[in-house]
T-cell receptor
Framework: SQQGEEDPQALSIQEGENATMNCSYKTSINNLQWYRQNSGRGLVHLILIRSNEREKHSGRLRVTLDTSKKSSSLLITASRAADTASYFCATGKGLQGGSEKLVFGKGTKLTVNP | NAGVTQTPKFQVLKTGQSMTLQCAQDMNHEYMSWYRQDPGMGLRLIHYSVGAGITDQGEVPNGYNVSRSTTEDFPLRLLSAAPSQTSVYFC??????????????FGNGTRLTVT
């Protein structure tokens, strides 16, 4: 079953506006990652936040993690048309032997209108 | 750097046919995995490998086989294709286990249609 669930499923904004996407998950995690997927391409890693971190920044991206609420948010500031893509959260939890099965949500489709 | 290379990019099969989806990475990554992506379902893990000679099942392994004879290659075999296997397949790799401080690197996918 899916671990992470993104919200909203789709988001349409104007260039220059901020975009916020949320991710909720069900069980305890070691870390949470966000990925971007452009149409017809593979996923690209954006940012990883560990379970003991609350906030992380990377350029125009800001990720927060609230383990008590089992939720995370991805904020893209000053959006550009090139940010148009689907965004996925993925959660990881260590299993026996040290391997991990990274579980993805269904994604938020972001459209940035010029 | 080539990264993760998947072949073919597109494939059409008839029900009952078998085929192998190829995946190769040139980053000396220990961990490799296969996902399928279906509309409204997100990505689901099929099989994964934490090193040469070691494979394990993911969330949806039925109808698929994998092997890992070298660090670089991780082929996915469809034994007897079914229309339910129509999907986009992604191979991904990372330096260590999938999320131990090492993000996944994805190929550009194989779009498979089974008629």
């Amino acid at each position: 079953s899916q671990q992470g669930e993104e919200d909203p499923q789709a988001l349409s904004i104007q260039e220059g506006e901020n975009a916020t996407m949320n991710c909720s998950y069900k069980t305890s995690i070691n870390n949470l990652q966000w990925y971007r997927q452009n149409s017809g391409r593979g996923l690209v890693h954006l940012i990883l936040i560990r379970s003991n971190e609350r906030e992380k920044h990377s350029g125009r991206l800001r990720v927060t993690l609230d383990t008590s609420k089992k939720s995370s948010s991805l904020l893209i500031t000053a959006s550009r048309a090139a940010d148009t893509a689907s965004y996925f959260c993925a959660t990881g939890k260590g299993l026996q032997g040290g391997s991990e099965k990274l579980v993805f949500g269904k994604g938020t489709k972001l459209t940035v209108n010029p | 750097n080539a990264g993760v290379t998947q072949t073919p990019k597109f494939q059409v099969l008839k029900t009952g046919q078998s085929m192998t989806l190829q995946c190769a990475q040139d980053m000396n990554h220990e961990y490799m995995s296969w996902y399928r992506q279906d509309p409204g379902m997100g990505l689901r893990l099929i099989h994964y490998s934490v090193g040469a000679g070691i494979t394990d099942q993911g969330e949806v392994p039925n109808g698929y086989n994998v092997s890992r004879s070298t660090t670089e290659d991780f082929p996915l075999r469809l034994l007897s294709a079914a229309p339910s296997q129509t999907s986009v397949y992604f191979c991904a790799s990372s330096y260590r286990s999938s999320s131990y401080n090492s993000p996944l690197h994805f190929g550009n996918g194989t779009r498979l249609t089974v008629t």
